[in-house]
């Protein structure tokens, strides 16, 4: 018994001692490492400790403050700037030349295209025999210069008296005997102001007419040139609505001398744009409105029909001080027929005679103004922007025949 107790207690103790060990070789035993974490890209490097050699600098860019992304923001917003403006370069305001005197300043241009006029009639004069066939080359070249049939004979019947009490012909006192008969065709006596002035009330109302390809567009540009040199303030009417260009080159004229332009729209109602012309002149205080009408070919009765209205509308505003016919003095006989046809349908006041440097028939001065009974009041001398001049019949004439 005693012995089976023994046993029982010896096997106790060795079960406990080999428990004892089990669990003390299990607290020896070392964990494994963990695995190596994954370097940080984004993490700033470490600091070099204390005896570590320090690196050689790496040549790498450095980023700027605004390439460095803020905690918690994301891409760095670009801050909008404010666009810029371009400023455009203010429109230059041309000053015109004075218009007095202007014609007698152009008399050389005038001179060099009706020379042949002036020179041939003083050489046909100086013959010492002035026979009927010298009469008759001296109509010739006349009529040549269109001067017109009725005009020729009444200028050959004078030169014919005059020389035959002259007796002796010096070449100074034929040129005197020509220039005093030319003029008298020309005619000093008529009134050539272009009537921007009217007693009532403030605007003149002036209305310009003519076919296609005379330069009337242009014609009424310079003209506002004329107006604007002499101090008057212009408003421009751009009627002629059926060619978009000639709004813009009105517009064009107007800006250089600083007159304001009124325009409608391409194909509009010319009448309209003309009733608005006035108005706006009207309350801005203007001096002058000149409206440029649609230049269509004379031949079309309703086109001239549409001028008539144009008239009509604007004189409900005020009565029309001036209506300019503008005429190609390049056409001849057929600038009359054109003359004819306008004085139908408006009131010609005053004629614009253009390309007059460009021809040698200055005849057509004289021609015209008897068809219409109206005087030429201006002419056109090239193609500079103050090459209009107020017609002068002394300086005309004076260039028809030379020094």
Request: charged share 25%; no cysteine; aromatic share 2%.
């Amino acid at each position: 018994m005693d012995i089976l107790i023994l046993a029982v207690v010896i096997a106790v103790v060795v079960l406990g001692a080999l428990g004892g060990l089990v669990v003390g070789s299990r607290r020896k035993k070392q964990l494994p490492p963990p695995p190596p974490a994954a370097p940080d890209i984004t993490a700033p490097p470490a600091e070099p400790h204390v005896g570590d050699e320090a690196e050689t600098p790496r040549d790498e860019p450095r980023r700027t403050i605004e390439e460095v992304d803020l905690p918690g923001g994301g891409a760095p917003t670009a801050v909008e700037e404010p666009p810029v403006v371009e400023e455009l370069p203010p429109v230059e305001i041309e000053v015109p030349e004075p218009t007095a005197g202007r014609l007698i300043r152009l008399r050389a241009r005038l001179s060099r295209s009706q020379n042949a006029l002036g020179k041939g009639l003083l050489t046909l004069l100086s013959r010492e025999h002035l026979d009927e066939d010298t009469w008759e080359e001296i109509e010739d070249t006349l009529l040549t210069a269109d001067v017109g049939v009725q005009p020729t004979q009444e200028l050959v019947e004078g030169l014919r008296e005059r020389v035959k009490v002259l007796g002796t012909r010096t070449h100074e006192e034929l040129r005197g005997l020509l220039r005093e008969e030319l003029l008298k065709l020309v005619g000093t006596d008529m009134d050539r102001t272009v009537r921007t002035e009217p007693e009532a009330s403030k605007p003149g109302i002036v209305m310009v007419v003519g076919v296609n390809g005379t330069g009337k567009t242009t014609t009424t540009g310079k003209l506002a040139r004329v107006l604007v040199a002499d101090g008057r303030s212009v408003v421009l009417g751009a009627a002629d609505t059926f060619r978009a260009a000639a709004a813009d080159q009105l517009q064009t004229w107007g800006e250089r001398v600083g007159a304001y332009t009124v325009r409608g729209p391409e194909g509009g109602d010319p009448a309209s744009v003309a009733f608005d012309a006035v108005k706006e002149g009207k309350e801005m205080g203007s001096d002058v409105v000149l409206i440029d009408t649609a230049g269509r070919l004379h031949t079309k009765t309703g086109l001239m029909d549409e001028l008539g209205k144009v008239k009509r509308v604007v004189e409900k505003h005020a009565p029309l001080d001036e209506v300019l016919l503008v005429l190609d003095a390049t056409t001849g006989q057929n600038g009359l027929v054109q003359a004819r046809v306008f004085a139908e349908v408006v009131d010609i006041t005053g004629i614009v005679l253009t390309k007059l440097d460009g021809t040698a028939k200055g005849g057509i001065v004289v021609a015209v103004q008897r068809e219409l009974g109206v005087p030429v009041k201006l002419v056109g001398l090239g193609e500079g922007a103050d090459d209009l001049a107020p017609f002068e019949p002394e300086a005309f004439v004076d260039a028809l025949i030379g020094e």
